[in-house]
């Protein structure tokens, strides 16, 4: 990768506030340094330790040696966040600040960490961002995530963006810009304790996957997809599959001409009462 130093200076800087839990932190940090991104870019990382300078040269750190903040400051416009935190169970809360315009990969970002809990990207720039696949996937503790200004324009990609979130309750998406995106499949699946989302802001006419989108969502009671459409729609089996508790579902935005709706998309969804379709309302046999 070939850096100008004349430019030095010009390049965005990210900045990223960590607390971590503390029985974990050698092992979170070793992983850390040692991870593809940290090899790439280790002559423009600086990592800090309760506020105090501590630049990490090794894959050292005294075992007794307790560790309540880390900030690390990357000063190089790198271009992927891909896997960048996968299975750094270490991590309790993450603050990402200050921006990078050039990062365009976001998949798997977070993926498969079991133990964070809180995560804010909402001063974070996302701007050309085109992909975000799996960037939650199996975050199972993670009860709060802050989105509330990132851009998403340009974004054709949120499969299974927050699958296996087991212990999300609430989800405010509603200003989320998703015109651009294809695929929707396997994103809220098992949400098992997801009770309230909104997707009031959500463009899906070019969506062509929302195949088990809420797939075991077992504690949603309500949705309102009313602003869905199908103009590209190909597949969504399952896509209600076992969400027990829906009572209502509003797809009357959906022309049920252009694709197969039946029985299999709501199996399980025994307590659902009414759908309303683009032809009326209809019933079905679970």
Same mark, same amino acid.
Request: glycine share 2%.
């Given at each position: ?8 200076? +010009? ?6 506030d ?5 029985? !974990?932190?050698?092992k ?9 991104f940290? !090899?790439?870019?280790?002559d ?12 990490? $040269? ?13 900030k ?6 790198? !271009? ?47 701007? +050309? ?19 509330? +200004? ?22 405010? @998406? ?13 994103m ?7 009770? $309230?989302? +909104? @997707? ?62 039946? $029985? ?16 009326? !309302? ?5």
């Amino acid at each position: 990768m070939n850096i100008d130093l004349d430019n030095y200076k +010009n390049y965005n800087k990210v900045i990223i506030d960590i607390i971590p839990h503390d029985e !974990e932190n050698p092992k979170y940090l070793r992983r850390f340094i040692w991870n593809k991104f940290y !090899e790439q870019n280790k002559d423009f990382i600086k990592i800090f330790f309760n506020n105090n300078q501590n630049e990490i $040269e090794r894959n050292y750190l005294d075992k007794n040696e307790k560790i309540e903040k880390i900030k690390i400051i990357i000063d190089h416009q790198i !271009e992927s966040f891909e896997n960048i935190f996968k299975q750094s169970n270490g991590i309790k809360k993450m603050k990402i600040k200050k921006y990078n315009k050039k990062i365009e990969n976001m998949s798997y970002m977070f993926e498969v960490n079991i133990g964070i809990e809180e995560i804010d990207l909402s001063d974070f720039n996302t701007e +050309n961002v085109t992909n975000m696949r799996g960037m939650f996937g199996g975050c199972i503790s993670l009860k709060k995530i802050n989105l509330k +200004n990132i851009n998403t324009k340009n974004v054709t990609n949120m499969r299974g963006m927050f699958s296996d979130c087991a212990s999300l309750e609430k989800l405010d @998406l509603s200003n989320l810009d998703t015109k651009n995106v294809t695929d929707m499949s396997y994103m809220f699946f098992y949400c098992e304790k997801l009770k $309230e989302i +909104n @997707l009031s802001s959500f463009n899906t006419e070019n969506v062509t996957d929302m195949s088990d989108m809420f797939r075991d969502c077992t504690l949603l009671e309500k949705l309102d997809l009313s602003n869905f459409k199908n103009k590209n729609l190909k597949y969504m089996n399952t896509m209600f599959y076992n969400c027990k508790s829906l009572k209502e579902i509003d797809l009357s935005n959906l022309d049920s001409k252009k694709i197969e709706i039946n $029985e299999i998309n709501f199996r399980n969804c025994n307590n659902l009462k009414k759908i309303i379709f683009s032809d009326g !309302e209809k019933k079905i046999k679970y």
